[in-house]
């Protein structure tokens, strides 16, 4: 199974990525864990990423890019799948992504898109009581603005590819997992 999610912060990527790869057997790829383990290090790129990740940005492409493929295509390989839980969050990153998985069998079959208003996606954000440096509420806000602008247009992009599921974010997360199974269930997984 390799399933990509698409969601704004505070909608439950996380926590239904963690969910769906136990389900189906298959790795988690958080972005965003992976972002803050390099951002912890002291190298030229953990710093570079520290700045984007503090404010609430995006990364550049590139470095996502040169972040992620080669543990998506490892573990669509050694694995049989994947959950990508921040990943791809631009369109040039999708497009890019894509056509590496092409080359190498590891495109998505599906994207489960999480959604909820976005009070409801603030109040989770700022409520995580993770003292993450990027859960204040302005933080917040920016963050969701920046998903508007820059990551819901992946949705238009693979509806195109015929592979989204909707999934109402707002229930309780066993209500939105149940949910999910359903439908990735009927994907072949």
Same mark, same amino acid.
């Given at each position: 199974?390799?399933?990509?999610?698409?969601?704004?912060?505070?909608?439950?990527?996380?926590?239904? +990525?963690?969910?769906?790869?136990?389900?189906?057997?298959?790795?988690?790829?958080? +972005?965003? @864990?992976?972002?803050? =383990?390099?951002?912890?290090?002291?190298?030229?790129?953990?710093?570079?990423?520290?700045?984007?990740?503090?404010?609430?940005?995006?990364?550049?492409?590139?470095?996502?890019?040169?972040?992620?493929?080669?543990? #998506?295509?490892?573990?669509?390989?050694?694995?049989?799948?994947?959950?990508?839980?921040?990943?791809?969050?631009?369109?040039?990153?999708?497009?890019?992504?894509?056509?590496?998985?092409?080359?190498?069998?590891? +495109?998505? =079959?599906?994207?489960?898109?999480?959604?909820?208003?976005?009070?409801?996606? #603030?109040?989770?954000?700022?409520?995580?009581?993770?003292?993450?440096?990027?859960?204040?509420?302005?933080?917040?806000?920016?963050?969701?603005?920046?998903?508007?602008?820059?990551?819901?247009?992946?949705?238009?992009?693979?509806?195109?590819?015929?592979?989204?599921?909707? #999934?109402?974010? +707002?229930?309780?997360? @066993?209500?939105?997992?149940?949910?999910?199974?359903?439908?990735?269930?009927?994907?072949?997984?």
């Amino acid at each position: 199974m390799r399933v990509l999610m698409l969601a704004p912060p505070g909608a439950g990527k996380g926590t239904q +990525s963690e969910r769906i790869a136990r389900r189906y057997g298959v790795p988690h790829i958080s +972005s965003g @864990d992976l972002f803050r =383990q390099a951002a912890a290090e002291e190298s030229p790129a953990g710093k570079r990423l520290r700045g984007y990740l503090d404010a609430g940005d995006l990364v550049p492409d590139d470095l996502v890019l040169d972040l992620m493929m080669h543990r #998506i295509v490892a573990a669509s390989r050694d694995d049989g799948g994947y959950v990508l839980d921040g990943f791809p969050r631009t369109l040039p990153q999708a497009e890019a992504a894509a056509k590496i998985a092409r080359e190498t069998g590891a +495109s998505a =079959q599906a994207v489960v898109y999480l959604d909820a208003p976005a009070e409801v996606l #603030i109040a989770r954000v700022t409520g995580r009581g993770e003292n993450r440096a990027d859960d204040s509420e302005v933080i917040a806000r920016h963050r969701l603005k920046v998903y508007e602008e820059h990551t819901r247009p992946l949705l238009d992009y693979y509806t195109n590819r015929g592979i989204v599921t909707k #999934i109402d974010a +707002s229930p309780s997360v @066993d209500v939105v997992s149940e949910q999910i199974f359903e439908a990735l269930d009927g994907t072949g997984g």
